[in-house]
């Protein structure tokens, strides 16, 4: 992973972190037409492993052929982050982020480090996917492609109370939490806990709850699906890192109050965007009213194992269909 | 709402309630040959108004016809609850409860009390469905038909974690809850608050959050129907009676451990069962598996608005639904 000094970097909301940083990782080589490199944000509470099962020899995401960036966010815990970040902006204290700051890092860091004009291919999922279409709403000169994969321009009602819900609240109602100036993340694990439950309760489509998909992924039992997975995923993180990111997430809005619709129409990339049946977070039908408002997106529904669990590549029908969207978005 | 006194009734766990009631309301009369009762029990939270908007001139049940009878279940805050139970049973120590010390009370009251020897129909649903599958399967002699609509003879495994994760751990994991020794209920309302959010957030089909029906329902944003609806339905509750109430669904099963389809194969009742499209909690394609143990059993998965809030009755068109599945049982 490297780091990218964006020096005193001034947040949309006017608060200014100084020394800010945006950790990334590189696959491929920029060719010298620089017009091959892709950028791929990240999801709440990702890590660089989850992308780079996508990133591969023989998959679409060739590092070959491509030269593909992996921007990391705010709040990652590796980019400034409440978790790294010295007094008066840390921990508790760390100021709230707009995915508009981390695209506008992330385009410094494309722009400025990597001397880059245009990108071949934007794209991302969940999170990642709110970043996209900030990319193609406010840098629409710079991509050539974009591709939402289990994602929108901005979190659906649902979503809006799924962040405040899941992530939010089992985190600030933890006795140990302290305003986020507990003394180590761990101190907070039952609240994370319990966001796994929760996440247990709401991601995986009924399915998971009825056949033997459990069983192929390794559980043998819902109590062991939902400890070794969920909450797995979870006791790993820092707590106030991931309110950042859903706090983010839930001001998340490319028309910037304005009209959505307008705002997606401005858009010049590209677009392909792909929904996944059973996705509750980013269903499909909204995905589709979205298409709409892009010129010449097109939209596709794909039907997979997991719903919005799908770009985890849990099973390998499910990073099929991933890699197939992106070969999708790639040869638009 | 009158009492039937239950004396020293022991459960079957061992424990043994001294001077327990079970409080209950009756509709109509019993008529001369006592063949016109019907026994109703309540779900989990519920109160006698939320089945009583089923029990009217020219409703299926019609008290002018039958003879209904809602007995309440132990727990309620009514029939003895750790709420309103003295020492040493009080509050936290209350003993837990099972679906069958339940149905154990009920016919009880039918028989002692009210010299019933067969019942019309045994209806409910969600945990009154529980407490109807046990009756059916316990006292077969007595239930000439039995009805459930939006529910199951056991949670599901999806059901079981909402049960441990949106009902148990918001109480809990309160600051206040004190294993249950709380001075007064509303010391614990940030915890039944939040079991109103994580219902807002799984029970209600996503078309709640993406067309007018919260604005049909007087809300005018997510906000204030989980306000309004969740949070307003949770926070009269007690906190102890809602996890005894709970845990008695967590560990139902008329089966008692041993084969289902065989204990719902010796089922005798006309058997009408009636699931609702979108329904997480008792999925359609769950109900339909039963159906087929059942001698005879009618099965129907009947569209609605609101998924397994259909029985709230929030819409006309939901109430109509929920009223034409009690007709068909009665008919059956």
Redesign the interface.
């Known amino acids: 992973m490297d780091t990218f000094e964006l020096g005193n970097f001034r947040l949309v909301n006017g608060y200014t972190i100084p020394n800010a940083r945006l950790a990334y990782t590189t696959h491929g080589t920029l060719n010298a037409a620089r017009d091959n490199a892709v950028v791929f944000p990240n999801f709440l509470g990702g890590n660089d492993a989850a992308l780079e099962m996508y990133v591969a020899e023989g998959m679409a995401l060739d590092p070959n052929k491509y030269f593909v960036i992996l921007p990391g966010q705010f709040g990652n815990g590796f980019s400034s982050s409440p978790s790294n970040t010295p007094p008066p902006f840390d921990r508790g204290a760390f100021p709230p982020i707009a995915i508009a700051d981390d695209v506008i890092a992330q385009h410094r860091l494309v722009t400025e480090h990597f001397g880059i004009e245009r990108l071949a291919l934007v794209l991302g999922w969940s999170v990642g996917a709110l970043q996209t279409y900030e990319w193609a709403v406010r840098f629409p000169q710079m991509v050539t492609r974009m591709a939402s994969i289990a994602g929108a321009p901005r979190p659906?009602?649902?979503t809006?109370?799924?962040l405040?819900?899941?992530i939010e609240?089992p985190i600030v109602?933890?006795?140990a939490w302290n305003n986020g100036f507990y003394a180590q993340a761990s101190d907070v694990q039952?609240g994370l806990r319990?966001q796994g439950?929760?996440m247990?309760?709401?991601l995986p489509p009924?399915a998971y709850?009825?056949g033997d998909l459990m069983q192929r992924l390794g559980f043998g039992s819902?109590q062991d699906f939902?400890r070794g997975f969920f909450e797995g995923f979870m006791v790993g993180q820092d707590p106030n890192n991931l309110l950042i990111q859903a706090r983010k997430a839930l001001t998340a809005d490319p028309a910037q109050g304005g009209s959505l619709p307008e705002a997606l129409g401005r858009i010049t990339a590209k677009t392909t965007i792909v929904a996944f049946t059973g996705d509750?977070m980013f269903?499909p039908?909204?995905n589709e009213v979205d298409a709409r408002s892009i010129p010449g997106a097109q939209y596709r529904e794909a039907t997979t194992i997991s719903g919005h669990l799908t770009t985890f590549g849990l099973f390998p029908e499910d990073r099929q269909a991933v890699d197939d969207a992106i070969r999708e978005a790639l040869s638009a």
């Open positions: 659906s009602p649902w809006l109370h799924w405040r819900t899941v609240e109602t933890d006795p039952a319990r439950h929760c247990a309760l709401t009924l709850y009825h819902v939902v509750v269903p039908q909204d």
